[in-house]
């Protein structure tokens, strides 16, 4: 268990209606990212953080944006949901305290649904 | 943005038997991860691979870093009903931006 949670695990929004999810970690990992999963299109990197206010851009970072204010709680926010992001979104984190460990763990998920 | 194919796309194998995988991409890794995911749940790290040519086990799981480093391989060997899931590979060379495979379904009749 890494110690990650999400929040919520499932939600239901309308289009164009703003969405914050919360990833939560315990175990001070340096690194945190955020996923979507789609059929066809495994995990892609939607972007991700090497330390608090310090973030970068993923694959498909387009219509979304992150925050970190503090080391263990990583936001990512649809200023304006559309019906292209229905889909599972993952956490992850990486980099126990100041190492540089590539190895990724992943939270439990979010299915999010834009109708 | 990159994809890594992973072969086969699904698997239906009897308990007892070894099953592979493999994982390939168009350019060279430095590092490859290993994941399975059951339904509704997140991946779960199986094994990690730094270094051409290496040969890692987890139990019955053991992966490779192709020597060519655009590629590697999963084997489990003596399959039992809860290695049932998606298993997926991810590869980079940053450290920080992996890509992910598309995924082998395993299926385990018993």
């Not at chain 1, 289009?15 to 914050?20: A, D, K, Q, W, Y």
């Not at chain 2, 590092?31 to 339904?39: A, S």
């Not at chain 2, 020597?67 to 809860?82: E, W």
Request: negative net charge; contains cysteine.
């Amino acid at each position: 268990d890494a110690g990650i949670t999400q929040s919520p695990r499932h939600k239901v929004t309308e289009t164009g209606t703003p969405v914050t999810l919360r990833c939560h970690q315990t175990e001070n990992h340096r690194y945190m990212y955020w996923y979507r999963q789609d059929p066809g299109h495994g995990l892609r990197l939607i972007h991700y953080s090497y330390g608090v206010k310090d973030t970068d851009k993923g694959e498909v970072s387009d219509g979304y944006s992150v925050s970190r204010s503090k080391t263990e709680d990583f936001l990512l926010t649809l200023e304006s949901a559309t019906s292209s992001q229905t889909s599972v979104y993952f956490c992850a984190i990486s980099g126990l305290g100041a190492t540089s460990s590539y190895e990724q763990y992943f939270g439990p998920g979010t299915r999010l649904t834009v109708t | 943005g990159q994809q890594l194919n992973q072969s086969p796309q699904s698997m239906f194998i009897q308990e007892g038997e070894d099953v592979s995988m493999n994982c390939t991409s168009s350019s060279i890794f430095n590092t490859w991860l290993w994941y399975k995911q059951d339904p509704g749940e997140g991946p779960v790290l199986l094994i990690a691979l730094y270094k051409a040519g290496e040969l890692t086990s987890n139990g019955r799981l053991t992966a490779q870093f192709g020597i060519t480093r655009k590629d590697s391989f999963l084997n489990i060997s003596a399959s039992i009903p809860s290695d049932v899931g998606i298993y997926f590979c991810a590869g980079s060379n940053t450290g920080n931006q992996f890509y992910f495979g598309t995924g082998t379904s395993l299926t385990v009749i018993p």
